[in-house]
Protein backbone atom coordinates (compact mmCIF):
# COMPACT_ATOMS: atom_id res chain seq x y z
CA UNK A 1 0.00 0.00 0.00
CA UNK A 2 1.43 3.32 -1.17
CA UNK A 3 -1.17 5.29 1.26
CA UNK A 4 -0.68 6.81 4.64
CA UNK A 5 -2.48 4.28 6.71
CA UNK A 6 -3.49 5.17 10.08
CA UNK A 7 -1.97 3.15 12.87
CA UNK A 8 -4.39 1.11 14.48
CA UNK A 9 -2.37 -1.05 17.25
CA UNK A 10 -4.10 -1.71 20.07
CA UNK A 11 -7.81 -0.81 18.73
CA UNK A 12 -10.03 -3.28 18.48
CA UNK A 13 -12.39 -3.55 15.78
CA UNK A 14 -16.10 -5.79 15.09
CA UNK A 15 -16.35 -6.02 11.00
CA UNK A 16 -19.73 -7.59 10.59
CA UNK A 17 -20.39 -9.23 7.06
CA UNK A 18 -16.87 -9.90 6.70
CA UNK A 19 -16.90 -13.09 4.64
CA UNK A 20 -17.13 -11.46 1.74
CA UNK A 21 -16.76 -8.31 -0.98
CA UNK A 22 -16.41 -4.92 1.22
CA UNK A 23 -16.46 -6.31 4.32
CA UNK A 24 -13.49 -8.39 3.70
CA UNK A 25 -11.46 -6.09 2.52
CA UNK A 26 -12.11 -3.33 5.34
CA UNK A 27 -11.59 -6.25 7.88
CA UNK A 28 -8.08 -6.81 6.00
CA UNK A 29 -7.09 -3.50 6.08
CA UNK A 30 -8.12 -2.82 9.49
CA UNK A 31 -5.75 -5.89 10.97
CA UNK A 32 -3.27 -4.57 8.07
CA UNK A 33 -3.30 -1.53 10.15
CA UNK A 34 -2.97 -3.35 13.67
CA UNK A 35 -5.94 -3.38 14.73
CA UNK A 36 -7.27 -6.74 16.45
CA UNK A 37 -10.37 -7.82 14.04
CA UNK A 38 -13.23 -9.85 15.31
CA UNK A 39 -14.72 -10.68 11.92
CA UNK A 40 -18.59 -12.21 11.54
CA UNK A 41 -20.10 -14.20 9.33
CA UNK A 42 -22.37 -17.07 8.43
CA UNK A 43 -20.30 -19.02 5.54
CA UNK A 44 -17.80 -21.90 6.86
CA UNK A 45 -15.90 -24.04 5.29
CA UNK A 46 -18.38 -26.76 6.92
CA UNK A 47 -21.82 -24.59 6.53
CA UNK A 48 -21.19 -22.87 2.93
CA UNK A 49 -23.25 -19.42 1.73
CA UNK A 50 -26.64 -19.80 0.94
CA UNK A 51 -25.93 -17.91 -2.49
CA UNK A 52 -23.51 -20.16 -3.28
CA UNK A 53 -20.30 -18.08 -2.84
CA UNK A 54 -16.87 -20.18 -2.26
CA UNK A 55 -15.36 -17.25 0.21
CA UNK A 56 -15.41 -18.66 4.69
CA UNK A 57 -14.89 -16.09 7.51
CA UNK A 58 -12.04 -18.82 8.38
CA UNK A 59 -11.01 -17.29 4.75
CA UNK A 60 -10.82 -13.87 5.88
CA UNK A 61 -9.19 -14.74 9.15
CA UNK A 62 -6.47 -16.25 7.29
CA UNK A 63 -6.04 -13.16 4.98
CA UNK A 64 -6.13 -10.63 8.23
CA UNK A 65 -3.16 -12.84 9.52
CA UNK A 66 -1.61 -13.51 6.20
CA UNK A 67 -1.00 -9.45 6.37
CA UNK A 68 0.47 -9.66 9.77
CA UNK A 69 -3.06 -8.59 12.01
CA UNK A 70 -4.61 -10.51 14.42
CA UNK A 71 -7.95 -11.90 14.02
CA UNK A 72 -10.88 -13.80 15.48
CA UNK A 73 -13.60 -15.23 13.11
CA UNK A 74 -16.79 -15.74 14.85
CA UNK A 75 -19.95 -17.38 13.49
CA UNK A 76 -22.98 -15.71 14.05
CA UNK A 77 -26.44 -15.09 12.41
CA UNK A 78 -27.04 -11.24 12.57
CA UNK A 79 -30.59 -11.56 12.27
CA UNK A 80 -30.85 -13.31 16.00
CA UNK A 81 -30.30 -10.73 18.28
CA UNK A 82 -29.19 -13.01 21.35
CA UNK A 83 -26.21 -14.36 19.13
CA UNK A 84 -25.51 -10.61 18.53
CA UNK A 85 -25.64 -9.72 22.13
CA UNK A 86 -23.61 -12.60 23.03
CA UNK A 87 -21.27 -12.12 20.38
CA UNK A 88 -20.63 -8.71 22.20
CA UNK A 89 -20.57 -9.93 25.72
CA UNK A 90 -17.63 -11.69 24.38
CA UNK A 91 -15.85 -8.72 22.94
CA UNK A 92 -16.61 -7.10 26.28
CA UNK A 93 -15.36 -10.21 28.18
CA UNK A 94 -12.11 -11.24 26.13
CA UNK A 95 -11.21 -7.06 25.12
CA UNK A 96 -12.83 -5.19 27.65
CA UNK A 97 -13.85 -2.43 25.10
CA UNK A 98 -14.68 -1.96 21.16
CA UNK A 99 -13.30 0.92 19.12
CA UNK A 100 -14.61 0.13 15.60
CA UNK A 101 -17.70 -0.91 14.20
CA UNK A 102 -18.30 -2.18 11.03
CA UNK A 103 -21.86 -3.10 9.40
CA UNK A 104 -21.06 -4.18 6.23
CA UNK A 105 -24.12 -7.28 5.79
CA UNK A 106 -25.73 -6.93 2.25
CA UNK A 107 -27.96 -8.91 0.55
CA UNK A 108 -26.99 -8.72 -2.92
CA UNK A 109 -28.03 -12.56 -3.22
CA UNK A 110 -31.47 -11.79 -2.60
CA UNK A 111 -32.13 -8.71 -5.50
CA UNK A 112 -33.85 -9.79 -8.56
CA UNK A 113 -32.96 -6.89 -10.78
CA UNK A 114 -35.10 -5.99 -14.10
CA UNK A 115 -37.99 -7.35 -12.96
CA UNK A 116 -40.99 -4.93 -12.00
CA UNK A 117 -42.07 -5.03 -8.34
CA UNK A 118 -45.16 -7.04 -8.40
CA UNK A 119 -43.28 -9.44 -10.03
CA UNK A 120 -40.73 -9.71 -7.69
CA UNK A 121 -40.09 -12.90 -5.88
CA UNK A 122 -41.53 -11.51 -2.03
CA UNK A 123 -39.89 -13.56 0.41
CA UNK A 124 -36.61 -12.34 -1.31
CA UNK A 125 -37.67 -9.20 -0.96
CA UNK A 126 -37.93 -9.46 2.38
CA UNK A 127 -34.96 -11.41 3.31
CA UNK A 128 -33.19 -8.42 1.44
CA UNK A 129 -34.61 -5.87 4.31
CA UNK A 130 -33.54 -8.35 6.78
CA UNK A 131 -30.46 -8.86 5.82
CA UNK A 132 -29.66 -5.09 4.42
CA UNK A 133 -31.22 -3.19 7.18
CA UNK A 134 -32.61 -5.42 10.37
CA UNK A 135 -28.92 -6.62 10.89
CA UNK A 136 -27.36 -3.47 11.48
CA UNK A 137 -30.02 -2.26 13.52
CA UNK A 138 -29.55 -5.36 15.75
CA UNK A 139 -26.06 -4.74 15.59
CA UNK A 140 -26.01 -1.06 15.94
CA UNK A 141 -28.09 -1.96 19.27
CA UNK A 142 -25.78 -4.33 20.61
CA UNK A 143 -22.50 -3.16 19.98
CA UNK A 144 -23.23 0.33 20.93
CA UNK A 145 -23.02 0.71 24.11
CA UNK A 146 -19.63 -0.94 24.34
CA UNK A 147 -18.21 1.41 21.54
CA UNK A 148 -19.60 4.44 23.69
CA UNK A 149 -18.44 3.39 26.83
CA UNK A 150 -14.86 4.00 25.98
CA UNK A 151 -14.96 7.26 24.77
CA UNK A 152 -11.36 7.91 26.23
CA UNK A 153 -9.99 7.07 23.14
CA UNK A 154 -6.83 9.80 22.26
CA UNK A 155 -4.47 10.00 19.10
CA UNK A 156 -0.85 10.53 21.01
CA UNK A 157 -1.15 14.57 20.55
CA UNK A 158 -4.46 14.58 23.25
CA UNK A 159 -6.43 15.09 20.33
CA UNK A 160 -9.42 12.90 19.69
CA UNK A 161 -8.89 10.56 16.64
CA UNK A 162 -10.94 11.35 13.21
CA UNK A 163 -13.34 8.35 13.46
CA UNK A 164 -13.44 8.84 9.33
CA UNK A 165 -9.54 9.38 9.03
CA UNK A 166 -9.12 5.37 8.08
CA UNK A 167 -12.38 5.18 5.63
CA UNK A 168 -11.18 8.62 4.06
CA UNK A 169 -8.09 7.10 3.51
CA UNK A 170 -9.29 3.77 1.35
CA UNK A 171 -11.69 6.30 -0.10
CA UNK A 172 -8.91 8.34 -1.32
CA UNK A 173 -6.36 5.83 -2.07
CA UNK A 174 -5.50 4.77 -5.65
CA UNK A 175 -7.43 1.69 -6.60
CA UNK A 176 -4.69 -0.50 -7.06
CA UNK A 177 -3.32 -0.06 -3.56
CA UNK A 178 -6.39 -1.84 -2.34
CA UNK A 179 -5.70 -4.82 -3.54
CA UNK A 180 -9.54 -5.52 -4.35
CA UNK A 181 -8.60 -8.86 -6.23
CA UNK A 182 -7.89 -10.30 -2.79
CA UNK A 183 -10.85 -10.11 -1.25
CA UNK A 184 -12.39 -12.53 -3.47
Given at each position: ????????????????????????????????????????????????????????????????????????PVVVD???????????????????????????????????????LWEYD???????????????????????????????????????????????????????????????
Open positions: MNHRTQDLTGRIALVAGATRGAGRAIARELGRAGAVVHCTGRSTAGRPSDSGRSETIEGTAELITASGGTAHHLDPGAVRDLVHRIDEEQGRLDILVNDIGGEAYVQFGLPLDAGLRLFDTGLKTHLLTSHAALGLLARHDDLRDQDGSRPDAWSFPRAMAQAPAGDLEVGDYR
